[in-house]
């Protein structure tokens, strides 16, 4: 399969067609059409206090977006490719401005703890990842490796540690663990404050629950929703399709569409007829973990379409022996699709912007300053 | 609309089907087959920590019991009704039985304790039918009753002095509570060991993550899986729409059905069309709260319409001034489904059944009696 990296150049969905106040045509639009004069709006979406209050994006009679008529399977790519890595640069600069904003007020940076255990050479890549997006906007991070064998009790002594750290806000435990080690006991120890992944089922009941807000958004899910919220694309009572059901993204993603009053169905192995079910979507979340699972045919014409898949394959071609695919048959997808996030550069920057967006709200709350 | 009093006497789909290892023809369901000699275990639901491994309830290639070719809007009844009621005092009479065994064996009852606010009707008689089922099955009540502009501290004060007697083994607040109080900060205060209806946040997280088990499922969700489950009704891999999305059963239905690997979607009053998602499921939950919504022309002929709904209309000719109004329009969906529950005498009496269960086994854990 091809990869993406070209065709992430060609088609740039902007946060910026709202700022604009009207569509753009998809044929304007380019990398250049990001850059314009509406640089003063940095924020889309809604404050996640008020989630549930979305405002209307686009007069009501235009918001045929997601539902223009495209051949299927024509040779013409149809999508707006959904430059994740763009829009997480953006936001990633308003969190260092933030946290420039707090120092300078109190003399605090915000700090993110991680604790890795064992040798995944994903992980690895992950962990490295986030500690430099923590350098980049300010905020201070530590590291606790452990090795694969380690016991439980010295992961909860770790997560205990930093538990009372006054100066770790958030603490995060690369996933996934050792066999042998209990997440979900790992999880519950986890001080609630501090929890910036946000898998606590306190967390996740919370965001179920009308009338109830949790202190955190699951990082993945709450960076696809900004991906659409920055795109343009509205959600209120749009058909949406999750697929996959992990705590991590499918489960925390129906939960969070829904909270934007989505009407949403959730695909998992039991499906009968995932495809089926899948074409009426207007929206889809693919995060099954299966390479290539969702073909074009399984895409309504004009549906967006949102890869959460990361799924590495071996190649000893690329730099680290692996290259990411996601779980979109991209190829045929950007043919029917409306608008895509390409993997790499989709969702996967997204995931940890709202890593860093999440610790910089704990130490905010931590230290009382808005 | 014509009441279903009578309907219920005629079909009766019994859990005994599954009992029995096949199915039994409608025409031969009566009140008769009801009873067998399996009467050792009180639910027929998996337990919770086996809720994701259900058996096979019949060979593979005989589960068409949701898929019956039925003339859409004929004249007959296509339906088989699922008696609630009946259910619920096979439960209840076995639930009598374990309390009886537990008195024997360590001189304990359960204990219930009911909190009242106000004077509204509906609450009266729920709660008056609460503590029926109570002693009918010698689980010992308590009712506190608080007037309509009770303070949130009163209200606390009573859950808190709940929460630390132990004769106390479940509690539960009669919703809905006048507006100036707020029912998240009471359930938050409710003991979690204690918490029979299944309403506080990490109930509901637990119960929607993979790998955890909430400590109790609440009991209108539960209600109806059971309802399915004595009926022979398969839920893994069966599309089923939720209509509503309450915290107290919409949300947790949808999350149980999952459990049972259905493929759920969830309608919503923003769903644009909802009659054309409803009319795609094998299995309709109705909770939305609104008398008569869900027409004939909703259901997918076959599907199994599972009818939530207690909507009072006020009616003088009856007993209390009102009579109960499902969701659903029973005489045109009785003629579309397969399988329905009546409004009254479906999922009603089933709630009060899973509260007795649900009360003890709170009992059963705090006195660690098996």
Redesign the interface.
């Known amino acids: 399969m091809m990869m993406v990296g070209n065709l992430m150049r060609r088609r740039v969905v902007s946060w910026q067609q709202k700022a604009l106040g009207q569509r753009i045509p998809f044929s304007t639009m380019t990398q250049n059409t990001y850059k314009d004069d509406h640089d003063c709006q940095i924020l889309m979406s809604p404050s996640l206090v008020s989630l549930d209050h979305l405002p209307d994006l686009w007069p009501p009679d235009s918001t045929d977006f997601q539902f223009r008529s495209t051949k299927s399977h024509s040779n013409e790519q149809t999508a707006a490719v959904i430059n994740g890595q763009l829009i997480a640069e953006e936001i990633r600069a308003r969190i260092a401005s933030e946290v420039r904003r707090m120092k300078e007020f109190i003399g605090k940076a915000p700090g993110l703890a991680v604790i890795l255990v064992g040798q995944r050479r994903d992980s690895q890549t992950y962990v490295r990842n986030k500690i430099i997006a923590c350098e980049e906007v300010g905020i201070v991070s530590k590291v606790t490796e452990l090795p694969d064998d380690c016991t439980e009790d010295e992961i909860l002594t770790a997560v205990s540690g930093f538990n009372v750290d006054p100066s770790v806000n958030g603490i995060l435990v690369q996933l996934p663990l050792p066999r042998h080690l209990d ?2 006991k790992i999880s519950d120890v986890l001080s609630l404050e501090k929890d910036v992944d946000g898998f ?7 965001l ?5 807000e949790p202190l955190f958004i699951p990082c993945t899910p709450k960076g696809c929703i900004e991906l659409l919220i920055r795109s343009g694309i509205e959600i ?2 749009k ?1 949406a399709v999750v697929i996959g ?3 991590i993204v499918g ?1 925390p993603a129906s ?1 969070l569409l ?1 909270r934007h ?1 989505a ?6 192995v ?3 007829d995932p495809e089926y ?1 899948t074409r009426e979507a207007d929206i889809v979340f693919a995060a099954a973990g299966v390479p290539n699972l969702v073909r074009g045919n399984w895409l309504k014409p004009g549906a967006v379409v949102i890869d959460v898949g990361t799924n590495p394959i071996e190649d000893p071609s690329c730099e680290h022996g692996y290259r990411l695919m996601g779980d979109v048959c991209y190829d045929e997808a950007v043919r029917v699709a409306s608008a895509i996030t390409p993997v790499p550069g989709g969702v996967g920057p997204m995931t940890i912007a709202m890593l860093l967006s999440n610790t910089l709200d704990a130490a905010k709350r931590a230290y009382n300053f808005t």
């Open positions: 997440v979900g606590h089922p306190l967390i996740i009941g919370n179920a629950m009308r009338g109830r209120m009572g058909k059901r992990s705590n489960l939960l829904q009053h009407t949403v169905s959730v695909v998992h039991f499906t009968k079910i």
